[in-house]
């Protein structure tokens, strides 16, 4: 049971490159989100999904996009990356709503230059 | 913005009781409070939660006023791997994931 797994764990990109960072669960979660992380900050959250299908704006959604096609996977789109996007990235997913943890993943560093 | 208030850093000796204490006056009977901690850089990992009962873990306690107003985290037994930053949330919506993360409480246990 690999719990939340993001890939990749480290990445660099020129300003302006567009790129996914995945994240997908098996555990058979209908929620899924996304949260950017920068330094000596809390975790805000950039997208969510409450099923397939399904997708919601969170708190810092622009300049990202997501999917949902299916239930495992959730992944988060740069279509034009620029340095304010440099962050820890931190994708999570829980059962249901209320009265449910979420489990993280290990986050994927990305750096845009 | 964090419906939360936490202490910005904590000093704990090896071996006590950690106890990091929550404010979140504007609570609203159906949101629960949860507790994250996240150790370096590494993902947020889930300690515990409860609505208007006091609850305990194997990891941890959660002490709940009775007016909900406030509450605190109890590390019974701190060790230097307890040292993280740790984050007391109020789930915001009544449905999806929106965890609400604040700048949380920096524990240091000290040997």
């Known amino acids: 049971n690999a719990g939340v797994t993001q890939t990749p764990k480290f990445q660099v990109l020129k300003t302006g490159q567009s790129m996914t960072l995945q994240c997908a669960q098996d555990?058979?979660?209908?929620?899924m989100s996304w949260y950017r992380q920068d330094p000596g900050m809390g975790l805000r959250l950039i997208h969510y999904?409450?099923?397939?299908?399904?997708?919601d704006q969170g708190e810092v959604p622009n300049g990202y996009n997501v999917s949902r096609s299916t239930t495992e996977d959730f992944p988060l789109r740069l279509l034009s990356a620029a340095p304010s996007q440099t962050s820890v990235y931190f994708c999570?997913?829980?059962?249901?709503?209320?009265?449910?943890?979420?489990?993280f993943g290990q986050g994927t560093r990305l750096t845009v230059v | 913005d964090a419906k939360t208030t936490q202490p910005p850093s904590m000093d704990c000796a090896e071996g006590r009781a950690a106890n990091l204490p929550c404010n979140h006056s504007t609570i609203s009977g159906n949101e629960y409070v949860y507790w994250y901690r996240q150790i370096h850089s590494q993902g947020p990992q889930y300690i515990i939660h409860g609505l208007k009962n006091n609850e305990t873990n194997e990891m941890a306690s959660l002490i709940i006023t009775e007016d909900r107003k406030s509450s605190t985290l109890i590390l019974p037994h701190a060790t230097l791997r307890d040292t993280a930053v740790y984050y007391c949330i109020v789930r915001e919506d009544n449905y999806g994931q929106n965890f609400v993360f604040g700048p949380g409480t920096r524990l240091s246990v000290l040997p």
């Open positions: 999570a997913s829980s059962w249901g709503a209320l009265n449910t943890e979420a489990f």
């Open positions: 555990m058979n979660h209908e929620y």
């Open positions: 999904s409450v099923g397939a299908g399904i997708t």
